[in-house]
């Protein structure tokens, strides 16, 4: 299996990205990488290895370039020519935590979008409190959705938490302001019966206060929405160590107590990190793209890694493809 990776995307890049790529490989056995980047930038931090290929990029999409016209002006850009390997089939799949607007358009105008899918849907995994996490889909590809597009996000989320997060018949919900059937908006009471009979174990709506506790392994809504939660989750998260942070270091007594309970918060810290559990899968492409999150360092990098390889092994890009066609021919 051979995935490409973006060397030069990200806060962290290039050090953290190369350090990620060789703990993969040093990891995985099988797994071959194309690291696309500025060679000069990277090597201060590469070391030989029999399975990873450097291909040198003179461009770099930065973060506040133009997603779209930058993926197209950009030719040699080291996201550009990642997304290139995968529409060649010279890769499997790809993974960057660049700029993520252009990894939306480099998958969906270079790697292209399954046939039958309407509109790519932006995925990650989001932490719980049981540490089990959830899907949740859609967090920003698109900002608007309609009706069709929620029940594709529901079925490809559901093959996603399936194949890749190793759950049986996992539990579908509809983000909502209300468990019951007919709350809502337009389009959520308009999705509700169409979830209803589509082939995935639906549960209703489900409310954003729910969501950390496990109310269903994949949650399906608007980009718009989605894309606020996320927000939401990670500024509340910081927030609320920074205060906690705050509390210990009031006092001598309170530093003392930090002491002793250190390695419990760094572990709690951990399981509200939804960089453990991977990129955010971007669905509905012909082969899987992974978006690492911006701040990634080496381990989130592994673990994007991870994630993508195991999308290639259990081909979830060509089960979505076969669900879906035979959904629309119901």
Known sequence: MKIAVDGMGGDNAPKEIVAGVLKALDEFTDLEVELYGHQEKMQPYLREHARLNVIHCEEIIEAEDDPVRSVRRKKDASMVQMATAVKEGRADACVSAGNTGALMSSGLFIVGRIDGVDRPALAPTLPTT?????????????????????????????????????????????????????????LTKTAYPLLQQAPINFIGNVESRDLLNGAADVVVTDGFTGN????????????????????????????VAALLVKDQLGGLKGMLDYSEYGGAGLF???????????????????????????????????????????????
């Open 130 to 186: 049981d540490g089990k996490g959830f899907v949740m889909l859609d967090m920003g590809a698109n900002a608007e959705a309609r009706p069709e597009h929620l029940v594709q996000y529901a079925i490809m989320g559901s093959i996603y938490a399936a194949k890749v997060r190793g759950i049986e018949n996992p539990t579908v919900g509809l983000l909502n302001i209300g468990t019951e059937e007919k709350k809502g908006n337009e």
């Open 228 to 255: 606020m939660v996320l927000k939401t989750i990670e500024g509340t998260a910081m927030n609320v160590f920074a205060m906690i942070k705050d509390v210990f270091k009031s006092s001598a007594k309170t530093k």
């Open 284 to 330: 509905g492409l012909k082969a899987p793209v992974i978006k690492a999150h911006g701040s990634s360092n080496a381990n989130a990098i592994f673990n994007a890694i991870r994630q993508t390889q195991t999308m290639v092994e259990h081909d979830v890009t060509g089960v979505i493809y076969k669900t879906i066609t035979e959904e629309k021919a119901e």
